[in-house]
């Protein structure tokens, strides 16, 4: 079974940068697309970015020219930069992997943004 712990979460003011990390168990994490989504209390999970096993990104448009989204398949780890925050990203921040028919989910870690 594949296991995903994120961090680097916690509170930080309008306009800073707080930064994620994700570490996988999953020996074949190089191989995975592996993303990012956020939910807040009562909304749809919402895509954030994903960078595929070939090292192609994609964002959703909310967050685009803001956050950056990275990979070091030599740890197992994906990483989310996130940059000029705003109390709308304010949110619970999952990382996600798919390989083929294998998904997994981590447990989500609590981003929010306040003055």
């Known amino acids: 079974q594949v296991e995903l712990v994120e961090s680097g979460g916690g509170l930080v003011r309008p306009g800073g940068s707080l930064a994620l990390s994700c570490v996988s168990s999953?020996?074949?994490?190089?191989?995975?697309?592996v993303a990012w989504y956020r939910q807040v209390p009562g909304n749809q999970r919402e895509f954030v970015a994903e960078?595929?096993?070939?090292?192609?990104?994609t964002y959703g448009d909310p967050v685009k020219g803001r956050f950056t989204i990275s990979r070091d398949n030599r740890v197992n780890t994906m990483y989310l930069q996130m940059d000029s925050l705003r109390p709308e990203d304010t949110a619970l921040y999952y990382c996600?992997?798919?390989?083929?028919?294998?998904?997994?989910w981590g447990q989500g870690i609590q981003v929010t943004v306040s003055s």
């Open positions: 999953w020996d074949a994490f190089n191989k995975a697309a």
């Open positions: 996600y992997t798919q390989y083929l028919t294998q998904n997994a």
């Open positions: 960078i595929t096993s070939g090292f192609i990104t």
